[in-house]
């Protein structure tokens, strides 16, 4: 192979890596109209969950004297900023089910939320890892939420169900959370401390043990297991 093919082929194999680590994020920006988007979901269950609210390397951050990071966000370009070390932006949203999941009236305990879509397939491997972390830190007052981003509400009961999703879950039908949290690559992560504050964050397809440690940074003294 002469070297101008040898150079031909780097590049074309470097550009297949990239395209596969990014195919598994979903990248979902600002819809200027605010409509709920359409959702190619194939799921199928009829049960909603309406639990209480109290009840390869990926980019990530945490708290290391108060300034955020940005690694990048799948898709366009754009950055996931994670408020790492700022109080966590406002969060109020209708939670499937009914009622409503308001960040604000959870201060005092240790909160993981995670931005998702029922489309985007690392969302559905992270909802059972979640539930376990959910199940075993119950008794150190975590508490487990996933806001679906623009989608409908039976589409997101059916995805719920299919994954026996324990933990509460909020609908963001309008994309106001999202923009408020700048949440545009999914599945992203923050994990938040007892006094409100986002102590890191890391953009999806994680696995248990990068779950261990956002939840190991808001639960101080817990041994926290992947």
């Excluded at 996933?146 to 999703?165: C, M, P, W, Y």
Aim: with cysteine; charged share 15%.
């Amino acid at each position: 192979m002469g070297p101008r093919l040898s150079i031909v082929a780097g590049l074309v194999a470097g550009v297949l890596a990239a395209l596969a680590l990014l195919a598994g994020f979903v990248f979902v920006g600002p819809d200027p109209g605010g409509r709920p988007a359409a959702s190619s979901a194939s799921v199928s269950a009829s049960a909603a969950v309406s639990p209480s609210p109290l009840a390869s390397p990926v980019p990530s951050a945490s708290a290391s004297g108060g300034s955020p990071t940005a690694p990048p966000s799948a898709g366009s370009g754009a950055t996931e900023n994670f408020h790492v070390g700022e109080a966590a932006p406002p969060l109020l949203v209708p939670q499937l089910g009914g009622g409503t999941i308001d960040l604000a009236t959870l201060k005092g305990k240790p909160v993981w939320i995670n931005f998702m879509q029922t489309t985007c397939p690392p969302c559905i491997d992270e909802f059972p890892r979640m539930n376990g972390f959910a199940a075993r830190y119950a008794g150190n007052d975590l508490v487990v939420i996933a806001i679906d981003i623009r989608e409908d509400e039976g589409t997101v009961a059916a995805f719920a169900s299919q994954l026996n999703a324990t933990f509460p879950i909020g609908l963001d039908t309008d994309a106001k959370a999202q923009q408020a949290w700048g949440a545009y690559g999914l599945p992203v992560h923050y994990w938040i401390d007892r006094n409100g504050v986002v102590r890191d964050g890391a953009l999806g397809g994680i696995g248990p043990d990068v779950m261990a440690r956002g939840v190991g940074k808001i639960l101080p003294g817990v041994e926290v297991t992947p």
